[in-house]
């Protein structure tokens, strides 16, 4: 199975991921930083996507 990682340190807060796969990243209220609504989401196409627009190259998925 596919992990999404998340490095809420690099994580810019812009929202990218957010607006592409909004069923999927929200801002932790707790760190202003995206995080996974569902934590063992499947990885979709999508997502992979929204990795890739990532400015800070912090969304990880390990396949
Ligand atoms: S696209 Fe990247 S930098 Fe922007 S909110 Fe999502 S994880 Fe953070």
Same mark, same amino acid.
């Given at each position: ?9 690099? @994580?810019?807060? $812009?929202?990218t991921c957010i607006?592409m $796969?909004?069923?999927?990243f ?8 995206a995080?996974?609504? &569902?934590? &063992? ?9 929204a990795?890739?627009? @990532?400015?800070?190259? $912090? ?5």
């Amino acid at each position: 199975m596919s992990t999404i990682i998340i490095d809420s340190y690099l @994580c810019n807060a $812009c929202q990218t991921c957010i607006e592409m $796969c909004p069923d999927v990243f929200e801002l932790s209220e707790l760190t202003g930083k995206a995080e996974l609504i &569902d934590p &063992d989401q499947e990885v979709t196409a999508a997502i992979r996507q929204a990795a890739a627009f @990532c400015p800070e190259k $912090c969304i990880e998925i390990l396949d």
